[in-house]
């Protein structure tokens, strides 16, 4: 816990003239809703925030350091790279997260509707308001047969599935609503993955998420990209603890490793599942996908493109793409 002593009392009342309001880590922690370690590593990694010390030595942080704390936690869960966030935030251009466009209905409309070039970003939210399957599956044909997934996955899945966790966030569409229609992406990327055959001899890259992690549709579509890169992605799906890990990887003896890390709260495991690994099979690399991907610490950042990650795999390991 972090306890105020005498000596930091008086460290306050020296600052008090200019700060209004002090808060230690704890307290910045919970009303920011991120982690203490991620905040320490955010101010450490990212300078988002220059927080003074008392006399005891803790941080504190005043009014203005929690409004960029909390505007680059925003940032992150729409979808914003960690690095990015914060040279949005510490440029002093945003206070909050990308703002929604929204009709004059009051719906929120995609950045490719504004543009009007590519699919709708915003359709997934339509789907979910809709709330009907057989609109889901029709829709979702219409989308996946008329382009490229090599093309489709970064131009307009992962944008459009932002774009769908903004609109729950923001309470226009129910949790249910957005489980159906995320459920439904799913099926489409496993019958995409299924639909690429795996070329014999071809590197074998495991993919999966750590314990309790469960966000998997951008790691499924990257195990699709992988599998049209020429290599042999074999994807695991979420929620593995560190043993398990271990016995896949001494069990299958894969080229590579793909951990997906999309949420705060999914780094601790996926850091303990990278060093249980790494210990297993010391030369094996582990590579990180997802928003936190910088946050782990070990392991192989793989970027924020999936489309070029995917190529630059291929290009490492020598594989043909198809």
Partial sequence: MNHVSGGDVQSLSKVGARLRAVYT???????????????????????????????GGYRLYDDAAI?????MHALVAAGWAPREAAAQVVSGTTLGPPQLHLDESGSVLGDTVARGSGPDSDLLVRLALEFDAESLRRSLDEVFA?????????????????????????????????HFVTAGVHRRLAVALDAVPTR???????????RGSRHELGLLAFAVLLRRAGLDATYLGCDL??????????????????????????????????????????????????????????????????????????????????
């Fill in 25 to 55: 880590v704890k307290h910045a922690a919970a009303l920011t809703g991120i982690s203490a370690d991620t905040l320490r590593m955010w101010e450490r990694r990212y300078g988002v925030v220059a927080p003074v010390r008392s006399q």
């Fill in 67 to 71: 409004a960029r704390l909390t505007a």
């Fill in 146 to 178: 008329g382009h490229d997934v090599l093309e489709l996955v970064d131009s307009w899945l992962m944008p459009a599935l932002r774009r769908l966790g903004q609109a729950w966030q923001l309470g226009e569409v129910s949790v249910a609503a957005e």
């Fill in 200 to 210: 014999s001899g071809a590197p074998r890259v495991l993919l999966g998420l750590g």
């Fill in 241 to 322: 603890p560190s043993d398990s890990w271990v016995v896949a990887v001494t069990t299958l003896d894969p080229e590579l490793v793909v951990l997906g890390v999309h949420a705060d709260s999914d780094v601790p495991a996926a850091r303990d599942a990278v060093a249980a690994i790494q210990a297993a099979k010391p030369r094996l690399p582990v590579l990180l996908g997802g928003s936190q991907q910088e946050l782990v610490g070990i392991g192989e950042p793989l970027g924020h493109s999936l489309a070029a990650a995917a190529s630059e795999l291929a290009h490492r390991y020598n594989t043909a793409p198809r």
